[in-house]
Each structure stands twice: as C-alpha cells, then as structure tokens.
C-alpha cells in the first residue's frame, strides 16, 4: 500500500512538470493576448495534480510513521516478556537454593533456625505477590518485583505504595522502568558498599491531575552537598559507587517533559522526585494503544 502511494505521489509530480512545460508556451502566447480556456484549464488542472501529489505522500509518510509505531509496540512487549522471564528465572534460581538449605537445616537438626527461615521465605513471598495488585502494570510491577528480590537478598527493607489509575497510564514502559531501575540499582550498590545497621528503600507513585509523581526514598548515607549537582552529569562517580547512571535518568526525564529533584540530608535521608506530565502527547506504553492510534489515523 505505501509503494502505491509513493508511486501515485512520483507519478503526480511528473504529470505536473509536463503540464506546467505545455503552460509555459500557453503563458507566452498569454503574454501578447486574452488568457484562453486552454490556460485556465491547465491551471487548475497542476493545482489538481499538486493536491493529489501531496496526499498521495502524507499517506506514504503516515503508513511509514505506522510501521515505525507498530514496531516499537512489539519491541516493547518483547521488553515486558524478557524482564518477566528474568525474573521467573531468578525465582526458580531461588527456590532451588531454599530448597537446598532446607535440607541441610532438616539434616543438621537446626530446627528453630529452619522455622526462622521458612516464615522468612513466606514473608518474601507474600510481598511478591502483593506487587501485582498493587502495581497493575506489566513492565513496573517486574522491575518492582526484581528489585525487592535483589534488595531482600541484601538484607536491604523494600517497600512499595502505588496510587495510580493503570488503565490510563502512557507513559514508555522502557523509559519509566530505565528511569526508577537506575535509581533503585544505585541505591542498592550504595547499601553494599557501606555499612548501614538498617537499609531501607522505598518507591512511592500517585498521580494528580496534571502530573505524575514518583518518588524514590533510601536511608543511607547523605551525598554531600558538592557533589549533588554533578551526579547528574556523564561519567560521574561517587568514591564508594560503581557508577550511578544518574545522568541517563535525568536525560530521560527530560525527554518525558519532566523534572527531577533532589534532596539529600543525614536527618532526612535521600530521595529523588520525578513530576511527570500526564498531559502531553502519551508515549508508546501498550501495543493496544497503538493499534487504536492507527485505527484513528487510517480513517482520517
């Protein structure tokens, strides 16, 4: 279909210049006397052509622009799938190695150390499969759920509380999840660089009419004052990290719209605060987003 209407648009485009030859001799014969109908007639007719040409090539861009669109849908869900699939590996990972120290507790006769780590086990899963519920989106609810998992092994406290309306969220799913993923990661590296009696972490998201809120919150230590304006630039690192990446999360703020704040103290802790537009033109998030767009813009 996009090859017909280039070739429509190419084709237009000739039969224009054709014509507008046959009316440069109509126009100097027009020069030395009355516009006859023959002039007139090829006027209107390059205007026709020149018309037809135009829609002929914004169909041939929108279909190319549709491609675009629906390939990025399923380079999206191949996204989505891949981080759920991590993460039922990492599970099952998991439950072998449980499964392994259970035998050996049972074994070794250290059985109040056994019932100790099995409500352990339960507590942990018990919180992953909260996260769904309380996360109704596919791409945030797996970063979620692989984060708590790698914090919990790093005896690092991860909670998490969702205000959101999910039916109605756009925003990019790889952008979203890149941006709070980043944070969190570098929160963890922190904690296992550095001795902390009590780790915690905690992810916070709502929505208000205008924006979308996010906001990342940890109890380690302060980044000093100095250094808070130049971890957002590229290539920073702090003496005890192995690279913060912050820098790629402010660039995609940005990209969104949006802002990124800071605030780090030794009473407070540290958080970082992302405002998001809800408003604006919806990124790629669901690949039924984007056949609905399509649908929209084929009937134009």
């Known amino acids: 279909m996009k090859h017909l209407y280039l070739q429509r648009s190419f084709l237009f485009i000739l039969l224009s210049i054709f014509i507008m030859l046959l009316l440069g001799l109509q126009l100097f014969d027009y020069l030395n006397k009355t516009p006859s109908p023959v002039f007139l007639i090829l006027v209107f007719i390059i205007f026709l052509f020149w018309f037809l040409s135009t829609r002929s090539f914004y169909k041939f861009v929108s279909l190319i622009n549709q491609e675009k669109i629906s390939r990025e849908a399923d380079r999206l869900q191949y996204e989505e799938s891949q981080k759920l699939i991590q993460i039922l590996r990492s599970q099952r990972h998991d439950f072998k190695n449980q499964l392994q120290i259970i035998q050996i507790m049972v074994q070794s006769k250290r059985y109040k150390e056994l019932v100790d780590y099995i409500q352990d086990c339960n507590n942990s899963l018990d ?139 030794q009473k407070e802790g540290t958080e970082f605060y992302i405002t998001i537009p809800r408003h604006t033109q919806p990124s790629f998030s669901t690949k039924e987003y984007l056949v609905e767009k399509m649908k929209t813009d084929l009937t134009k």
């Open 127 to 265: 919180f992953a499969k909260e996260i769904p519920d309380r996360i109704d989106n596919a791409a945030l609810s797996a970063m979620t759920i692989f984060f708590a998992t790698q914090a919990r092994e790093n005896g690092i406290n991860f909670s998490v509380e969702s205000d959101m309306d999910y039916t109605k969220f756009h925003l990019s799913p790889a952008k979203i999840t890149r941006i709070l993923g980043n944070i969190i990661r570098n929160a963890i590296e922190i904690f296992q660089t550095l001795y902390c009696q009590e780790r915690e972490i905690k992810l916070t998201m709502w929505e208000t009419d205008p924006e979308y809120h996010f906001l990342v919150w940890n109890n380690g230590p302060p980044i000093p004052l100095e250094k808070q304006a130049l971890i957002f630039q590229p290539g920073f690192s702090g003496k005890n990290s192995t690279g913060l990446g912050l820098s790629i999360v402010k660039q995609l703020v940005e990209e969104m719209g949006g802002k990124l704040k800071l605030n780090s103290t």
